[in-house]
């Protein structure tokens, strides 16, 4: 897990790449003739894609070890297949079905190993890309009321935000899912943070339209048919919590004039979503100037920027 | 469609990247930095590798997206795919299978979507490369002669190049196809040259060595074998329009010395093909210096380079 | 094949592109610009990761040609596809499994091309990075012993190896494999050192212990399973090549303080291996620091770097 101070500075540096994007201060010289081993076990396209894309930002190469096509079949170990790569690159990008993978390719490996993902253990750039999201479109992180919202249970992105918000104050959590689905947040989540965060105040709501009343962050997740068993179950839930333009103006709180930011309360919270999306965020809502879930896709190029760079730069 | 001017512009840049690459003027810092995003929802070999290779000679990086090892399967739109590409790239490159699919792409993209074929309707690039090509190779477009030779009916090169090409003037189109195997020139092609070229010249022929004689250029088509309902109907046709160095020689006019642009007919017209070609051109004309297939694909780089650099060049 | 002079320069060239790498001299200007069409009509993954990283480390772009999604299906030729990626590259580097494509397509193509593997033909590069492997272990390749281990019938890199070292001087081989296997050196083999090198010393050896001792090299190669026809035969045999690092330390000569080279040979030989493997090297041997598979691994890069700036540098 990341310090509070690690994660500062990544995210300054984030800020800055955004920056360097921008005003097209960041040329593509900046790692230029370094190479990013790339090497995913499985698919990931968003990750994969912004990776790449960080990476040739900065002009550097990125060399793909596809996995299907690899010695794999032949019988290759993990730890031999990650030498190899250790040996034509300066950084491997790692994603793996198998939680503990980049542990066990960083005790392996000469060159650092950035952990993109593995199985239900950590995927700490989805966690910081939506740390950086919330920060950029709010100012601040201390303070905030966030939503979780769906399959709070199998989401693993949804475990990974709720604990890095520990490094931060004051924040208020909403656990909100359908009643009886067997989705709640898990106990060993919400023990993590009354221990590391015991000033965070949080709620469980099986109401939609409740959970999201007033928040300034609604974090929507998907909710996957096949976690139920009951079809028609599955049915009644998921057209409840399909975020509609209807459902967001009504999330305002028209008893309070101005937040916890001292802003205008009128104002709707921001939107997120690791995406892909299906329906559970009806498509009317993307032209909200709040929908933030491709600003928050984007964002992770600016993440991966940072902590290539911050790996890289200084060799 | 493209205006007159907008396709001048595009061939004199590609002229200048030709001649870039070959005095070694473009030295692969002018897009460096720079992230093109492609997107090839089905296989175009030719298409995607030059499009790479363009943004490569640039400097540039290229993002791939591999559809399917995407969250397509998990039922993500097209529309939200484009969205995120769109923050990842600075530019798009698309191909689709559906018509419409890169006017759709540009209605939500914020960077330029460069439509590399989508579907029976627009193949814009190739049409460019394939103009390019007969202006380099005879100087000029205005006047010529164009043999259009195999499946009329179904080929997208064809009707792409016929539609572009009403934007010169005085040009004799040749429609050579099979007798009785419903491939000749879709009347709406037709329909739309007599409206946008009344200056035109069009003529249809069933004999292939008669429809070739005397033209500046022929453009050969693969005749699909599943096209035919009849299999030995196949067998004939196929055999009469493959192009051997014999006809190829037999198609110069002996009664006439110079040809419309002033040259001595004696030289052979150049032979084009959009490529892959199975048997409709034998590889002994290869060795001709007027087979200008393979050239015409190196010109698809040139042309790409161009529209890659117009696009981003100013950003 | 090549001369003494060429694989003379290649290796020096290979050791400039080692310390460029190391001192950061090598700044990934050097192929800017440059494409390298990358064609493997087989999967390698560490032939075709090596060229990779070896073409981005010059900060050259990579353009590739996958065989699977291409015109192939639809017929075209193999020199038809050689034609349009000479076009669009400055050098091609081919993966064939057929024998003599790597001639067939240089033959065609007006840029160099790189053999990187055809068939049970050659597989130059690796040779070269073998030998770059001894000459950097061991400061010489002259007058060393070298232990070829395992399936020296059907290993195409054992009989690269000893053919290149034909090239140097009075070296001693073990040919190092199971009895009655069927797997022995092959005679063509035997019959070209004599004729190229005859002041080698060649031994056979059904023992592995044996035919180890003393030596400076441990080339292990994998015995595969599919080569028996009893897989009886087959345990007994693999377990008898299993190198551990007891059988390593056993093979240091008690009686002789120093080696040919002058060194105190209480050192242990260094182990090399094509890769990759499975579990003809115990994993334990790893950490031994003369354990040189992963290094030479690594030399790949740096032999394909020379190669590459050699082949487009003077360009």
Same mark, same amino acid.
Request: hydrophobic residues 40%; charged residues 25%.
């Given at each position: 897990?990341?310090?509070?101070?690690?994660? %500062?500075?990544?995210?300054? %540096?984030?800020?800055?790449?955004?920056?360097?994007?921008?005003?097209?201060?960041?040329?593509?010289?900046?790692?230029?003739?370094?190479?990013?081993?790339?090497?995913?076990?499985?698919?990931?396209?968003?990750?994969?894609?912004?990776?790449?894309?960080?990476?040739?930002?900065?002009?550097? #190469?990125?060399?793909?070890?596809?996995?299907?096509?690899?010695?794999?079949?032949?019988?290759?170990?993990?730890?031999?297949?990650?030498?190899?790569?250790?040996?034509?690159?300066?950084?491997?990008?790692?994603?793996?079905?198998?939680?503990?993978?980049?542990?066990?390719?960083?005790?392996?490996?000469?060159?650092?190993?950035?952990?993109?993902?593995?199985?239900?253990? %950590?995927?700490?750039? %989805?966690?910081?890309?939506?740390?950086?999201?919330?920060?950029?479109?709010?100012?601040?992180?201390?303070?905030?009321?966030?939503? !979780?919202?769906?399959?709070?249970?199998?989401?693993?992105?949804?475990?990974?935000?709720?604990?890095?918000?520990?490094?931060?104050?004051?924040?208020?959590?909403?656990?909100?899912?359908? !009643?009886?689905?067997?989705?709640?947040?898990?106990?060993?989540?919400?023990?993590?943070?009354?221990?590391?965060?015991?000033?965070?105040?949080?709620?469980?709501?099986?109401?939609?339209?409740?959970?999201?009343?007033?928040?300034?962050?609604?974090?929507?997740?998907?909710?996957?048919?096949?976690?139920?068993?009951?079809?028609?179950?599955?049915?009644?839930?998921?057209?409840?919590?399909? !975020?509609?333009?209807?459902?967001?103006?009504?999330?305002?709180?028209?008893?309070?004039?101005?937040?916890?930011? #001292?802003?205008?309360?009128?104002?709707?919270?921001?939107?997120?979503?690791? !995406?892909?999306?299906?329906?559970?965020?009806?498509?009317?809502?993307?032209?909200?100037?709040?929908?933030?879930?491709?600003?928050?896709?984007?964002?992770?190029?600016?993440?991966?920027?940072?902590?290539?760079?911050?790996?890289?730069?200084?060799?």
């Amino acid at each position: 897990m990341f310090t509070k101070d690690h994660v %500062q500075r990544i995210l300054e %540096q984030a800020e800055k790449c955004r920056k360097g994007i921008e005003n097209r201060e960041i040329v593509g010289d900046e790692l230029k003739g370094r190479v990013m081993g790339s090497m995913f076990y499985e698919n990931s396209t968003r990750t994969k894609c912004s990776f790449d894309a960080a990476m040739k930002r900065f002009g550097g #190469g990125v060399v793909d070890f596809i996995a299907e096509a690899s010695s794999i079949k032949k019988g290759e170990s993990f730890e031999d297949t990650i030498s190899m790569m250790d040996g034509y690159s300066d950084v491997i990008v790692l994603r793996h079905p198998e939680v503990g993978a980049a542990e066990r390719a960083a005790a392996i490996a000469n060159k650092p190993v950035i952990n993109a993902g593995d199985g239900t253990g %950590q995927h700490p750039t %989805q966690a910081l890309l939506d740390l950086f999201t919330i920060r950029s479109e709010l100012s601040t992180i201390n303070g905030v009321t966030i939503a !979780l919202v769906g399959d709070l249970k199998n989401g693993r992105t949804v475990h990974s935000l709720a604990k890095i918000l520990c490094l931060y104050k004051n924040i208020t959590l909403h656990f909100v899912s359908p !009643l009886n689905a067997g989705l709640e947040m898990p106990k060993s989540i919400i023990e993590y943070i009354k221990i590391h965060a015991p000033n965070f105040s949080m709620k469980t709501f099986t109401s939609f339209a409740e959970g999201i009343r007033g928040v300034d962050v609604i974090y929507m997740t998907r909710i996957q048919k096949e976690r139920f068993t009951n079809s028609e179950e599955y049915e009644k839930v998921k057209g409840s919590f399909i !975020l509609t333009p209807k459902i967001l103006n009504e999330s305002r709180e028209d008893d309070e004039d101005y937040d916890i930011l #001292g802003r205008n309360n009128n104002k709707l919270p921001i939107v997120m979503h690791p !995406l892909p999306r299906v329906d559970e965020i009806a498509p009317e809502v993307d032209a909200d100037e709040r929908a933030a879930y491709f600003r928050q896709a984007q964002n992770g190029v600016y993440i991966r920027m940072a902590l290539l760079k911050m790996v890289l730069g200084n060799l």
